[in-house]
């Protein structure tokens, strides 16, 4: 690495910051990317949803993305940003103890899905387990699936899995939903189960079923965990970033994807749902776009 100052750093190896990366580089402004692509939320998914591809692995979707990034001229470090500060300019200490300088941030560094926590949960993502009806749904034409969660998500989830599912079930432990919401739910045909929980998982090589707390059974191909996510936002206490007031989780941008904080940009799953390639790669064309015009108005 030839210099510890750069233009833009990027935050976020995946489709936001890949995207942030290849429009910054191409204003021939130095960027630098830190994170690492196979932490990706995309790289294990096969992504069907996504424009100008008939369906493709994220992981080659990803490879390609970095490809163009260095074609571009941004430089890579596959390392974890660790600390953050803001003095004249950013800087950025990554975790094997190198720190940089930069102008402007470009925050994607995703979220992580909250999870039920059972025995086994991770063997059975991909095979029949989900955590993304928008991603997942048409996977489970004419099947029976379940859906796991309680609040908003969950509820339009299921109902998003009536035009696919042949049965819904929706296993919510106690619903925290807006009247609205409520109200199409039990007008529905989705099948509740209320006041219980999914305590394991059953299957040989995808999903066949799930039991619940009261000793229960469901026999379903598909189950999906709509728990909601947590942003990886614990890095930004320092640098004063707003956060969104409703769940404090994601971080707020206008529509030049610009933070609160002057020359701090974020985009992609960070910035709330929809959790989708497109929103990502959309928001990070912006951030990128912008972020690199501040650094260049900003001078030295
Ligand atoms: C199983 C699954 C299937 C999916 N299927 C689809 C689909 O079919 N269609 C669709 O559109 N979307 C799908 N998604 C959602 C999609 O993958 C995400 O919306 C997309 O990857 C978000 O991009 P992102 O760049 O914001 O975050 P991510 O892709 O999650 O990338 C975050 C990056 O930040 C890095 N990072 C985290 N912390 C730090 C740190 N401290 N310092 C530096 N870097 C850090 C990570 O290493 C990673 O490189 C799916 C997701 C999952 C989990």
């Known amino acids: 690495m030839e210099t510890s100052h750069f233009d833009v750093i990027i935050l976020g190896s995946g489709p936001a910051g890949l995207q942030a990366a290849i429009h910054a580089a191409r204003r021939k402004v130095s960027v630098l990317v830190l994170g690492r692509v196979h932490k990706s939320s995309a790289f ?7 424009c100008c591809i008939e369906g493709a692995a994220g992981e080659e979707l990803l490879r390609q993305a970095r490809l163009k990034a260095e074609q571009s001229g941004a430089l890579f470090l596959e390392e974890d940003v660790t600390e953050l ?51 997942d749904a048409g996977f489970h034409k004419g099947e029976d699936v379940a859906v796991a969660g309680c609040g908003s998500a969950a509820v339009s989830g299921a109902l998003t899995l009536l035009f696919y599912a042949r049965e819904v079930h929706l296993v919510c432990d106690a619903l925290e939903v807006t009247d609205y919401l409520n109200e199409k739910l039990r007008e529905s045909a989705i099948h509740l189960h209320e006041g219980k929980t999914v305590v394991d998982i059953h299957g040989d090589k995808a999903v066949s079923g799930v039991s619940l707390n009261d000793g229960s059974f469901l026999a379903v191909g598909g189950l999906f965990i709509e728990l909601g996510a947590k942003g ?34 974020a985009a992609g799953d960070i910035c709330g749902p929809p959790w989708q390639v497109a929103k990502a790669v959309g928001e990070g064309c912006v951030a990128g776009l912008e972020a690199s015009a501040y650094a260049k108005k900003r001078g030295s």
Do not use: P
Not at 44 to 50: L, Q, T, V
């Open 85 to 135: 500060k803001k003095e004249k300019r950013f800087v950025v200490r990554a975790e094997g103890g190198k720190t940089f300088q930069a102008k402007a941030l470009i925050l994607a560094m995703g979220v992580s899905r909250n999870t039920l926590g059972i025995k086994g949960e991770k063997h059975w993502v991909g095979r029949g387990l989900s955590y993304c009806v928008d991603c």
């Open 232 to 265: 990886a936002t614990a890095l930004l206490g320092n640098l004063g970033v707003a956060l969104d007031m409703e769940t404090l989780r994601y971080v707020t941008t206008d529509k030049k994807q610009a933070t609160n904080v002057e020359g701090i940009y």
């Open 44 to 50: 294990s998914a096969h992504i069907e949803n996504y």
